[in-house]
């Protein structure tokens, strides 16, 4: 894709959306009721417990209006493939220019399947200088295999350089 503009890319649980009432629901109901936790904290009675994170919702913003493309790369399922660009673009206002997703039933570390869904979006032609996750394990392996893209880890209310 010569001529297009470079891409940031986004993770969404813990980067653009707070995820820390669900995730404590999720625990306790799994914790109760026996269930298997992810897949009580990808159900769609859960989603709904989530905000935005505003942090990175205007890094988002920041990004699309410096004319950056913008893409996520999620471990959701991609079952949740609507749901997460819907919430996506309500929470930011921007339309990713892609979303890569976890396969549905793919239970691999985020660390793993985060560094193949990047492998994807590189080759179908997206320049990605800049990675966003809440997840040192996924930064540690991107910069293992992709050290030139600019790493940022994102902790609570906040985000560093990595």
């Not at 793993?112 to 869904?117: A, P």
């Not at 540690?140 to 609570?156: A, G, Q, S």
């Amino acid at each position: 894709m010569p001529d297009e503009p470079l891409t940031k890319a986004f993770d969404v649980d813990g980067v653009i959306v707070d995820v820390s009432q669900r995730l404590a629901t999720a625990r306790e109901l799994a914790e109760y009721y026996g269930h298997d936790f992810w897949e009580v904290f990808f159900s769609d009675e859960l989603l709904a417990l989530d905000k935005p994170r505003p942090v990175g919702v205007e890094l988002v913003k920041r990004a699309h209006a410096e004319g950056f493309r913008v893409i996520i790369i999620t471990g959701r399922p991609s079952r949740l493939r609507g749901f997460t660009l819907e919430q996506v673009i309500n929470y930011t206002g921007v339309t990713p220019s892609a979303i890569y997703m976890r396969r549905n039933r793919d239970r691999r570390p985020a660390e793993v399947v985060k560094v193949e869904l990047l492998g994807e979006a590189l080759r179908d032609g997206f320049e990605v200088v800049e990675y966003h996750d809440d997840s040192e394990a996924v930064l540690r392996e991107i910069r293992v295999k992709y050290p030139w893209v600019t790493l940022f880890l994102h902790v609570r209310d906040t985000f560093q350089k990595y």
